[in-house]
T-cell receptor
Framework: DQQVKQNSPSLSVQEGRISILNCDYT??????FLWYKKYPAEGPTFLIS???IKDKNEDGRFTVFLNKSAKHLSLHIVPSQPGDSAVYFC????????????WGAGTKLIIKP | DVKVTQSSRYLVKRTGEKVFLECVQD?????MFWYRQDPGLGLRLIYF???????EKGDIPEGYSVSREKKERFSLILESASTNQTSMYLC?????????????FGPGTRLLVL
């Protein structure tokens, strides 16, 4: 039973355009949502997060939107750059589970020149 | 900057061998985690630890054990390696203070069991 789902295994976007990565979840008790970026042969690195009490968080080219009623979050990258090509993981945590992370399967983003 | 290091980047072992994967973090983090990553499955939690000598099972602990004798070091042990344990193994750490939910990862160990 996957509590965090990333339904698109891959996404291809032209350089300079907007990349939108989506994530759905089933557990309304999640307190925090995070996005991680992973290059091949490296560990994931933290990108951006959002608390469940907010609906938007922005950090430079990266913005995460949270729609609690739809149990959906998305990561927007504007403008997309070649270095953004990576696998992006969505993760969620609950305070009452000691902040263990529940992970999505990942979306491979390919930025075309 | 948080640094999490893993003892090996690549390992090749034979079925039945005992395998040790070591992880060290230098930020005095209380929490440490072992995951495996397989294509299409994301990261799956094997074991975690919130303190020295403390361990908790994650989602897929079967075939694995762990050891945390010092705060900075968390070891994953495959008692008798099997081919279905071929995977990328990732260690992470986090703190009870600050951004509690943010985990910091090592570079990973790609294990091949023949």
């Amino acid at each position: 039973d996957q509590q965090v789902k990333q339904n698109s295994p891959s996404l291809s976007v032209q350089e300079g355009r907007i990349s939108i990565l989506n994530c759905d979840y089933t557990n309304s008790m999640f307190d925090y949502f995070l996005w991680y970026k992973k290059y091949p042969a490296e560990g994931p690195t933290f990108l951006i997060s959002i608390s469940s009490i907010k609906d938007k968080n922005e950090d430079g080219r990266f913005t995460v939107f949270l729609n609690k009623s739809a149990k959906h979050l998305s990561l927007h990258i504007v403008p997309s750059q070649p270095g953004d090509s990576a696998v992006y993981f969505c993760a969620a945590s609950r305070m009452d589970s000691n902040y263990q992370l529940i992970w999505g399967a990942g979306t491979k983003l390919i930025i075309k020149p | 900057d948080v640094k999490v290091t893993q003892s090996s980047r690549y390992l090749v072992k034979r079925t039945g061998e005992k395998v040790f994967l070591e992880c060290v973090q230098d930020m005095d983090h209380e929490n440490m985690f072992w995951y495996r990553q397989d294509p299409g499955l994301g990261l799956r939690l094997i074991y975690f630890s919130y303190d020295v000598k403390m361990k908790e099972k994650g989602d897929i602990p079967e075939g694995y054990s762990v050891s945390r004798e010092k705060k900075e070091r968390f070891s994953l042990i495959l008692e008798s390696a099997s081919t279905n344990q071929t995977s990328m193994y990732l260690c992470a750490s986090s703190s009870f203070s600050g951004a509690k939910e943010t985990q910091y990862f090592g570079p990973g160990t790609r294990l091949l069991v023949l």
